[in-house]
Structure formats: C-alpha cells, structure tokens
C-alpha cells in the first residue's frame, strides 16, 4: 500500500483501506517514501487501525518514511504497533 503527499485530516477512508488492504494479506507493508507529512490526528487514527490489526496478528512495516514522519510515529507510539524502515 503506498501513501503519498500530505495526509491530514484523519477519515474512515483511509482506515477501511488499511483495514481491507490487511484482510487480504497477513501482512501489510505500507510505502511511505513519496509521503510528505503526517498530521497528529492522522497519526491517531493510523495508531487505532494499526494496532487493532497487529493484535489480530497482522505483521505491519512501514517503509521509507522520512525524519518527520519517523518521530511523531515514534511519540505517537505507532512504532509500537510496526515496523518502521527508514529510508535508505
């Protein structure tokens, strides 16, 4: 699943694609790498779904995500519930 550009403004749109893009596979890598920026409400939101998914035994990466992004996972507690893999 790739995420781009500025994502702000947290909506179930973005939670029933993690959620259904998780259902058809056991794991879900998510490709950050053209991502921009996170807001804080959208980073709630991803740490609900996320580690909703990672109890029922999802195995989640997040990939190429930059600095930025990087930290308000790690405050938020995100990184918790995946994998984060900086970008290279």
């Known amino acids: 699943m ?3 550009g ?9 939670a029933k694609q993690l959620q259904d893009w998780a259902g058809a596979n056991k794991m879900l890598v998510i490709d950050m790498s053209r991502a921009t920026r ?16 990672q109890e029922s035994g999802v195995t989640i990466q997040i990939r190429g995500a930059n600095e930025l992004i990087r930290a308000l996972f790690e405050v938020t507690g995100l990184s918790e519930a995946a994998r984060i893999i900086p970008r290279k």
């Open 38 to 53: 996170v807001d804080l409400v959208t980073a709630g939101l991803m740490l609900k779904v996320l580690s909703a998914l």
């Open 6 to 14: 500025e994502l702000s403004g947290a909506s179930e749109t973005l």
């Open 2 to 4: 790739i995420l781009s």
